[in-house]
């Protein structure tokens, strides 16, 4: 994750020695699909994960080097969901079918190259979650609703990948419409909860990482401020000037 931030930092600092910078805001919201990726899960026909919906929420601010090359701060809140249905075995030998769910919220920063290609974009970089918020529910007698913080790690580090185009705006605004992917690159479950096999019912015999994974539809809303330019006067410096 270092390594990374260096890079990107090293990346803006040559782009703003020979290029004309200038920076937007902007405002984002997204929604779609979340999964816990654990491969344990895929081969138990007692316990299955079924498909949930997150959403996201937040602001941006951008450093675009030209129209083509740029970088974005994105501070976000999202929420993560997963629902599993699994099979308990009856004094009779019948089963009874159960739902649990998981699920936390959690503060989000990306740092994101962008790369921009007449209105379309693709971008990529890293993200850092911290989780502000966890709950659980099980319908079964068996199982009580439980504060499972303890279970979960408090944060995480993620990959993020995400693609779309301008749909519509002005000289200076502009409404962006795209899809964003994220997967999460360490175990969303503690060591306490490793004990314990949480989330599953089952004891396998290999442990495998469980690991959040998301692809929403984002939607933004920017608004450029402002450029630096350099000056023609005999004092030379760098100036910002607002749109």
């Known amino acids: 994750m270092k390594k990374i931030t260096i890079a990107f930092s090293i990346f803006i600092f040559s782009q703003t020695l020979y290029s004309q910078t200038w920076f937007d805001i902007g405002l984002k919201g997204g929604y779609g699909p979340d999964f816990l ?3 344990n899960f895929y081969s138990d026909r007692y316990f299955s994960p079924k498909l949930s919906f997150g959403y996201m929420y937040g602001g941006k601010i951008g450093i675009n080097f030209n129209e083509k090359h740029s ?3 994105d501070v976000t809140s999202s929420s993560f969901d997963q629902s599993f249905n699994y099979s308990l075995i009856n004094a009779d030998s019948s ?9 936390f919220n959690a503060i989000n920063v990306l740092l994101m190259y962008r790369k921009t290609a007449n209105v379309s974009y693709f971008e990529i970089g890293p993200q850092y979650s911290m989780l502000t918020q966890t709950r659980f529910s099980d319908n079964s007698a068996l199982a009580k609703d439980a504060d499972i913080s303890s279970n979960l790690v408090t944060s995480y580090y993620a990959i993020a990948v995400g693609f779309g185009g301008f749909m519509a705006g002005t000289e200076n605004f502009r409404v962006v419409l795209g899809f964003r992917f994220s997967y999460a690159l360490n175990d969303i479950i503690s060591s306490k909860g490793q004990q314990i096999n949480f989330p599953s019912i089952t004891k396998y015999d290999t442990y495998k990482t469980s690991n959040p994974l998301t692809a929403m539809m984002v939607m933004e809303l920017n608004l450029d401020l402002g450029y630096f330019t350099k000056s023609k006067c005999k004092k030379k410096g760098m100036h910002f000037l607002l749109f």
């Open 71 to 73: 970088v974005t701060i």
């Open 95 to 103: 089963r009874t079918q159960y739902k649990r769910n998981l699920g």
């Open 37 to 39: 990726a654990n491969n």
